[in-house]
């Protein structure tokens, strides 16, 4: 079905009331994702570190879902994560990935010097995420003033840019910042020439309110400024709401935004890239982008760290798109079988399957009504006498769990056997 017969449809079949209202807060063109998988993702404390060959693996990936940046680490910070870092670097430019490469590093001196010689050594220009706490809980903890913080910012800038090198400029906490100190910061970065400023909801303080108004914010410090200088939304989850804080971040101005394969990251995680990414989509705004990866992104980032994708995880768990319930089951065959499968895809399903390259499944279980069955055993072309239907019916309704494929075979193989 073609994009506008699809949208013609959408528009009969699906009362949309996710569009009422929303005239004017169409998220602008030419916004970036900023894959903090191998960065953030990696500071959660029950990850593994992937290997090389997955790390590699997930770069390749990461292109194929159409991020532009990926923060692939803090090259600082240990030998191994030098090294790491630069043989990423050089699989970018080998197989020309159509990805940007940034990296993290503390305001200081020493930090950011690796990142200098391994855009050298790659011939790669790596953006400098260049970091720093801002808010008074933290200038307390380590005994920072505003001058000081200044004084050692502009430094490290001034070594980055010096050897022309972007720089994001990064104050951490910005969500429990006070406005007068991040606006000495930011214009202080902006003059020493920072081409992007990088909000941070640290601890995961922010809500949709509190996006809006810290982008606003930030917005008019840039407009005033007179440079051209983009803002970037890196959010964490601790209150549940990192996804809806990215989106509104873009919505209400911030031009990149930063989210995690599952989500993972520092304590309870970052916003899921994959989440923000489908939204996206679901809003008519990554036409052109193929998604149809994103199964394949989470589950190389799940196998890197070494855990499992939760089964009822949205998009990429098992059981997104599964369903033993009788009457969901009957609706979504009723359009399989009539072939139409922009229908199948949408009666139960707030997100269409196929859109990114995965299958509505229809199981057998409790739960389950003679068309679950119906359709389980045609789909392995195996005649549904009703005898037969009827037995793995009595079979399931006694069953305290789906029935698995082994299950249902042993009722048709003593059913054939009578
Ligand atoms: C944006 C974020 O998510 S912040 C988290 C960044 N990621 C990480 O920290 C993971 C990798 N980190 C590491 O390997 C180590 O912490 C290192 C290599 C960076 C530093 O190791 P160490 O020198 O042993 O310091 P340690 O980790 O104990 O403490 C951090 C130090 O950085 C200092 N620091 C933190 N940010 C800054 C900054 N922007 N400018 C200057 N100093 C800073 C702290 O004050 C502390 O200094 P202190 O040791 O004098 O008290």
Redesign the pocket.
Known sequence: MGQHAESLRSDELIYDWNEVGRKGRLIPPGITFFDETL??GL?NPSVADPNIEQKLKLLHLMAAIGIHVADIG?P???QR?FNDVLRMCREITDHRLPLRVAC?????VA?ITPMIEISQRAGIPVEV?????SSPIRQLA?E?DVDL?AK??AE?IDVAVKAGLEVAY?T?DTTRSRPEVLATLFKMAIDHGASRLCL?D?VGHATPDGVRNLVNFTQAIVAGSGAKVGIDW?GHNDRGLALENALWALEFGADRVHGTALGIG?RVGNAAMELILLNLKLLGQLEQQDLTRLLDYCQTAAEGVGWDIPINYPLVGRDAFRTATGVHAAAIIKAKQKGDDWLADRIYSGVPAGMFGRKQEICVGYMSGASNVNYWLRQRNIEPSKELCDAILARAKTSDHILSDEEILAVVAQHSGR
Do not use: K, P
Request: hydrophobic residues 35%.
């Open positions: 960065r953030d500071q803090l600082g910070s240990s994560a993290a590093g503390r305001t200081v930090d995420y260049a970091f720093i706490g380590e920072w913080i050692r910012s490290a990064v951490e941070c640290t890196h520092e």
